[in-house]
């Protein structure tokens, strides 16, 4: 593969949203504020039976899921500027050994080192 060679943007794509944010990110996320949604929603129909069906409507759960939702992919926009495809060669190989890799851009690494460096010296 030569080095000129550039990525497709659907590789770019697949790269960054699937693989990283939404499938590593995002889908655990959802999955435990689901839960919290329904053991909410079950907390409400235990303590108050008779205004269940007022508070608890498929209305309003659909638009509490939507906010919850639209919250989590906000928080993990991030995710989508840290990861970049690139190509790699192997130590010692050919040209025609290079790949493709998604990886985490090095400036976002030293830029949460420090994050965590400076988190441990304000304790």
């Not at 919850?68 to 190509?87: E, K, M, W």
Request: hydrophobic share 55%; glycine share 2%; with cysteine.
């Amino acid at each position: 593969m030569p080095p000129t060679w550039r990525a497709s943007f659907f590789d770019e794509f697949v790269c960054i949203t699937f693989t990283v944010s939404f499938l590593f990110a995002r889908s655990p996320q959802m999955s435990s504020w689901t839960m919290i949604l329904l053991t909410a929603e079950r907390l409400i129909a235990v303590w108050m039976p008779f205004k269940c069906k007022e508070l608890c409507s498929r209305r309003r759960i659909v638009i509490v899921w939507t906010v919850i939702s639209l919250l989590l992919f906000g928080a993990n926009v991030p995710l989508l500027f840290i990861f970049d495809l690139i190509v790699f060669v192997p130590e010692g190989g050919n040209i025609t050994d290079a790949y493709l890799r998604c990886v985490i851009l090095d400036q976002f690494v030293s830029f949460f080192v420090e994050l965590v460096r400076s988190a441990k010296l304000h304790r």
